[in-house]
C-alpha cells in the first residue's frame, strides 16, 4: 500500500519571449519553471533580443535558446515542428499586442508565430503586457476576444504603475501566478473528487498584546501541499497560522493565529471535507492566561503559567467516519515509534515523520526527507525532496488509500 504513486511532471515546456519591458522577467519565469522539475526551451523573437540576451535564458533554462526559423544547425537537430509536437505546453510571456496581432491574422513570419500556428494540439497561454493604451486599443481587444474563441488561453495582465511611465492595466501578471497556471495546467487531474482541509505553519498563543509563545513553522510544507492538491483538481480550504508564504491560487485560505482559532476553523470546515492533511505545528502549550495590557518588566523573574491547547487532530480522529485523516509528527528523538504512537493515538490513516532537530529540513527549509508511516506498519521512507515534490507524493497517498478495498469515499460538496 505505501508504494509512493510519484506524480512528477515530466514535461516539455515552450517559452515564447516577444519584445517588451517586461522581457526581463521571462527569466524568473524560466528558472521557476525548471525549478519545478519542467524541461524548458526558449523561444525569442528578434525584438525580445534587444531586452534580454538569449545567453541568459539559455544558461537559466539549461538548452539552447531558439531564434532563428531558419538555422542551419537548429534546424538540422531538431527542427522546430518537431519542438512544438514533444511539448506539452506553450507560454507567451510577455506577449506584446504585436504578437497578439500576428497570431489572431494567422501570420507566422518568424519562429514563434510559426510554432504558435503549429501548436494545434498543446494549450498555447498568452501572459500579455504592454502600455495601457495598446491594451485598451479596440484592435488589441478584438485580437485577444478572437484567439480566446479559438481557445487560446490567457493570463490576463495586472493594473498598475507602467513601466512606460502610465498607470492601469497592461502589467505583466506576477511571475509566480504564471508558472503556478501553467504548473497547474500540467498536473494530472487526479484529486477531483476530493475536498482537502490542509492547515500551515504555527500559531501564535499570545501572553500579552504583543508578545506571544509560537515555533519556527514557515508554513511551506502545508502550502506546498495545498498548492499542489489545488493543481490535481481538489477544492481546497487552507487553514494557516501566520506566515510570509504566497496564498496558492484556486484556494480557499482561512487565517487564524492561536491554536484555538485554528481549532474553530478547523471544525467548521471539516463537514465538508473528505481528507484533512494537518501540517501546522500546532502548539501544545498557550499562556493560561493573558495580560490586557503588556506586561511590565520586572527586577524579579518572570513566571509563566501554561496550559495545554485543544488537540485537533485527535479530536478529528473521534468523528472521522470515511475520511482520510493524514498527520505529521516533528520528532527530535525516536522517530518512527513516536510518530507510530500518534498514528494509532489520533486515529489517522497515514502520518508522515520529520525529523526537525536536523537543521536542513523540517522546519523552515526548501526540502524535507520524511517516512511515511501507515496504519498496516507500513514505511515508506523517501529520500531528501524538495517541499514541493514531497507534496505531490504525500498526495498520491490519498489514491492509494482511496483504492483500498472497504475504504468508503466522500463526495465533496
Ligand atoms: O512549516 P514548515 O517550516 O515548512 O515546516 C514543516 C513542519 C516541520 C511544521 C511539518 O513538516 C510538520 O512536521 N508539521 C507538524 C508539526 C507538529 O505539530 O507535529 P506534532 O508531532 O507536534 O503533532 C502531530 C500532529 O498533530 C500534527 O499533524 C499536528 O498538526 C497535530 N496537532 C498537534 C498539536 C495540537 N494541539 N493539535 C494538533 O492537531
Not at 288 to 295: F, L, M, N, T
Not at 344 to 365: M, P, W
Request: proline share 6%; net charge positive.
Amino acid at each position: 500500500m505505501m508504494e509512493p504513486n510519484v506524480t512528477e511532471i515530466p514535461a516539455t515546456v515552450l517559452v515564447g519571449v516577444t519584445g517588451g519591458i517586461a522581457a526581463y522577467k521571462a527569466a524568473e519565469i524560466v528558472r521557476s519553471l525548471v525549478k519545478e522539475g519542467l524541461d524548458v526551451h526558449v523561444v525569442m523573437t528578434r525584438n525580445a533580443q534587444e531586452f534580454i540576451t538569449p545567453l541568459t535564458l539559455q544558461v537559466l533554462s539549461g538548452n539552447p535558446v531558439w531564434t532563428e526559423t531558419f538555422h542551419l544547425t537548429q534546424e538540422q537537430k531538431i527542427g522546430h515542428i518537431s519542438l512544438v509536437d514533444r511539448s506539452s505546453l506553450l507560454l507567451i510571456a510577455p506577449a506584446t499586442a504585436n504578437v497578439l496581432g500576428k497570431v489572431a491574422a494567422g501570420v507566422a513570419d518568424d519562429l514563434l508565430t510559426t510554432m504558435v500556428c503549429a501548436a494545434t494540439r498543446i494549450p498555447v497561454i498568452f501572459a500579455p503586457s504592454m502600455n495601457v493604451n495598446m491594451y485598451q486599443n479596440p484592435i488589441t481587444q478584438e485580437n485577444i476576444e478572437r484567439l480566446k474563441r479559438f481557445g487560446y488561453l490567457f493570463i490576463e495582465p495586472e493594473e498598475g504603475e507602467l513601466a512606460c511611465g502610465y498607470e492601469g492595466v497592461g502589467r505583466l501578471a506576477d511571475p509566480g501566478d504564471i508558472v503556478e497556471q501553467v504548473v497547474g495546467r500540467l498536473a494530472p487531474k487526479d484529486l477531483t473528487e476530493e475536498h482537502i482541509l490542509v492547515t500551515a505553519g504555527p500559531t501564535e498563543e499570545a501572553i500579552d498584546p504583543v508578545r506571544f509563545l509560537t515555533n519556527p513553522s514557515s508554513g511551506k510544507m502545508g502550502y506546498a501541499i495545498a498548492r499542489a492538491a489545488a493543481q490535481r483538481g481538489a477544492k481546497v480550504t487552507l487553514i494557516s497560522g501566520p506566515t510570509s508564504c504566497a496564498p496558492p491560487l484556486d484556494v480557499e485560505l482561512v487565517r487564524v493565529r492561536s491554536a484555538e482559532e485554528m481549532r474553530k476553523a478547523v471544525m467548521k470546515a471539516f463537514p465538508a471535507s473528505t481528507t484533512v492533511v494537518m501540517a501546522a505545528a500546532v502548539s501544545d502549550f498557550a499562556p493560561a492566561s493573558r495580560a490586557k495590557q503588556k506586561v511590565k518588566k520586572q527586577d524579579a523573574s518572570l513566571t509563566l503559567k501554561l496550559k495545554t491547547t485543544p488537540d485537533i487532530l485527535l479530536e478529528l480522529g473521534q468523528k472521522k467516519e470515511d475520511r482520510l485523516l493524514i498527520g505529521f509528527a516533528a520528532e527530535t528523538q525516536s522517530l518512527v515509534k513516536n510518530a507510530r504512537a500518534k498514528l494509532e493515538k489520533k486515529n489517522l490513516d497515514l502520518i508522515v515523520a520529520n525529523d526537525v532537530s536536523r537543521k536542513e529540513i523540517g522546519f523552515q527549509s526548501d526540502s524535507n526527507q520524511v517516512k511515511i508511516i501507515g496504519k498496516d506498519g507500513s514505511i515508506s521512507e523517501l529520500p531528501l525532496l524538495p517541499k514541493r515534490v514531497l507534496a505531490h507524493r504525500v498526495l498520491d497517498q490519498i489514491g492509494i488509500l482511496r483504492s483500498n478495498p472497504g475504504k468508503g469515499r466522500r463526495r465533496k460538496t
